[in-house]
């Protein structure tokens, strides 16, 4: 494989495992997690209040509020405090990727797409609402997550906001996850498919928002160029790890574990990592992968402990 910054490449792994292992030693993970969410769970609460027509704001709500790791508004707090900018400058950002993901697995969740009943240990969207309001939740919480960055932003310069919304909006659009899901569909019961492919395939679906969720964070404040370009680095190795483990669990992880029906992608004929690697070299890749996302923050130093941790956890993760 896999350098992310050439996730088209078939070529063997680049990773370039760095001495930066050492350097989460002392820092706490499961609380600065823990209190990280605490956090986006509050504000995400006080994002959405339920009116007339109540069945529509309830519906997102549902969805919204239903747990998650909550990785990509942690992502963009993370770079934001490490670029300058504070916790109040992001948190509409990281409210609005939260948003935007969670209608992406409303609709991912849906009959016409992977038809799956459970997500984050619930009944999907449209089990509990039907499908023609599980479709207008997606739609309202994707259009509320723009008018929310918009209008709750603050004490960001307008043409910093601007740029946030723009990469929000390339993400999200056939330039990314719309882009990525339609070669998945189209690319199903497909058993001879190509790396380039399935790094296609998850580079957009799944890693354009990751990458966002770190860019973005970066963008709110006053980081240069060269800051960017390292986090980009950064993010598009972990969002390539992200989905390579994601892959793994979906065949040795319970449904308890992942809140969600496990083996689907075996049922669906869906061609992933393992069924290309295996299980354990898909994980040595994704490790190698972090190793290279950690190298990109050599130059922050201490500073940088939270995202460090973060990468070392997408490969440890058990959900
Ligand atoms: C964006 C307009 C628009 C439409 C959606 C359905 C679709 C197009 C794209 C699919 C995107 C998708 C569901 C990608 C999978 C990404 C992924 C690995 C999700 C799991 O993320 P976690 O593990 O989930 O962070 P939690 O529940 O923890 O937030």
Request: aromatic share 6%; with cysteine; charged share 25%.
């Amino acid at each position: 494989m896999i350098s992310a910054d050439q996730a088209s490449s078939t070529s063997s792994p680049v990773a370039n495992p760095s001495a930066t292992d050492t350097v989460n030693r002392d820092f706490d993970l499961g609380r600065y997690l823990q209190e990280r969410r605490e956090q986006v769970e509050s504000a995400l609460h006080s994002s959405i209040t339920v009116v007339y027509p109540e069945k529509i704001y309830e519906a997102m709500r549902y969805s919204l509020l239903a747990g998650g790791k909550r990785l990509r508004p942690i992502l963009c707090l993370a770079t934001c405090e490490l670029t300058g900018g504070t916790l109040e400058m992001a948190m509409p950002t990281a409210c609005a990727l939260e948003m935007i993901h969670t209608m992406s697995l409303i609709h991912d969740d849906l009959p016409a797409m992977d038809n799956d009943d459970y997500r984050r240990g619930k009944l999907t969207n449209h089990k509990v609402f039907g499908d023609d309001i599980a479709i207008l939740a997606g739609d309202g919480l994707l259009a509320y997550a723009f008018e929310y960055v918009a209008v709750h932003t603050q004490g960001v310069a307008p043409e910093r906001l601007l740029k946030v919304v723009a990469r929000l909006g390339h993400a999200v659009a056939a330039t990314g996850l719309v882009g990525g899901q339609v070669v998945d569909l189209d690319s199903e019961g497909e058993t001879d498919i190509t790396l380039e492919k399935l790094n296609f395939i998850h580079t957009h679906k799944t890693g354009a928002l990751l990458e966002a969720s770190v860019v973005s964070g970066a963008e709110l404040s006053s980081a240069d160029s060269e800051t960017l370009k390292q986090l980009t680095r950064y993010a598009r190795n972990i969002g390539l790890a992200f989905q390579i483990i994601d892959d793994v669990l979906d065949i040795t992880a319970t449904y308890e574990e992942l809140g969600k029906t496990a083996g689907k992608d075996l049922q669906a004929q869906k061609a992933t990592y393992p069924s290309l690697w295996g299980i354990d070299e898909s994980r040595r890749q994704a490790q190698a992968l972090v190793q290279e996302a950690k190298g990109a923050l050599a130059e922050f130093g201490d500073k940088a402990l939270p995202l460090m941790a973060i990468a070392d956890y997408i490969t440890a993760r058990k959900s």
